[in-house]
């Protein structure tokens, strides 16, 4: 599967985005999909994930009551939107997917084999 990020730009603080990871592929709705994101100088860390089997959902506690991911398996996509954005939000925002993620690996990075080429949030304050 081919994965593809966008939505990303430059917002203020408090303001909102919506990331879309549009996927290749008629076995999209078998994948488990995640966000991970990465601020300059950090690493990579994980912002949430929706599960292909039910739809669970899990978040960062960062981002917790934040931002909600969703999928539209019609459409292969799957989005974030990111409400009440803070400076420390701004990072490269990536879309993983795997089918064979188990669910205590969720947030692990090393869980998912399909990455798409990321893109940039910046928020401003």
């Known amino acids: 599967v081919q994965l593809q990020a966008s939505g990303g730009g430059l917002v203020q603080a408090g303001g909102s985005l919506r990331l879309s990871c549009a996927a290749s592929g008629r076995t999209f709705r078998s994948y488990t999909v995640a966000w991970f994101r990465q601020a300059p100088g950090k690493e990579r860390e994980f912002v949430a994930v929706?599960?292909?089997?039910?739809?669970?959902?899990y978040y960062a506690d960062s981002v917790k009551g934040r931002f909600t991911i969703s999928r539209d398996n019609a459409k292969n996509t799957v989005d974030l939107q990111m409400n009440s954005l803070k400076s420390e939000d701004t990072a490269v925002y990536y879309c993983?997917?795997?089918?064979?993620?188990?669910?205590?690996?969720?947030?692990?990075?090393?869980?998912?084999?399909?990455w798409g080429q990321g893109t940039q949030v910046t928020v401003s304050s």
């Open positions: 993983a997917a795997d089918r064979n993620v188990i669910l205590s690996q969720n947030t692990r990075i090393s869980a998912y084999d399909y």
């Open positions: 929706i599960r292909w089997s039910g739809g669970s959902t």
